[in-house]
């Protein structure tokens, strides 16, 4: 649909903005990171761990087998996420990380997506963030003694 204004010719050079309106912003490519202190324990009990202090930074390590770990990320609203990635010591390459979606009203969780730490994921279901709605977490499964996590990466444009 082409529009018409008396007087006024070719307000829109552009063909394809006469068919497709008005052109938005182009996204930008953006990250959010954490260390490993924003790592908390959630099983057996927060006295399991311990954060171990590297220069300018610290790594959360898990004192005991079969301790799980969550992490709260915040992301600006409408932001869609591109990939994630949980980092830790090589030990902790045989444990899974999820990054997950929380519906605030019902507390019905949705995973985003998933992968062994060190291992960046590039799949990621419901990408659009959705602060009215879901609060967003990383989820660590059945971490061992002396597993480290040193941190988080999540990719996303705005």
Known sequence: MAL???GITNIFPDSSAQ???FSQKPKTIKYWSCDGSNFKAENPDTDSVHYQFVPLH?????????????ATVFLPDNAEILSAVVYGNAA???????????????QINFTITTAKVNTESYIVNNQIVDNSTFSLRFFLTV??????????????SL
């Open 4 to 6: 018409s204004f008396p």
């Open 143 to 156: 971490l061992s003694a002396n597993d480290e996590i040193w941190g988080a990466r999540i990719k996303y």
């Open 58 to 70: 610290r790594v959360f390590e898990a004192d005991v087998n079969t301790i799980y770990a969550h």
């Open 19 to 21: 068919e497709e309106g």
């Open 92 to 106: 902790t390459e045989d444990s899974d990380w999820l990054l997950v979606r929380t519906n605030i009203l019902t």
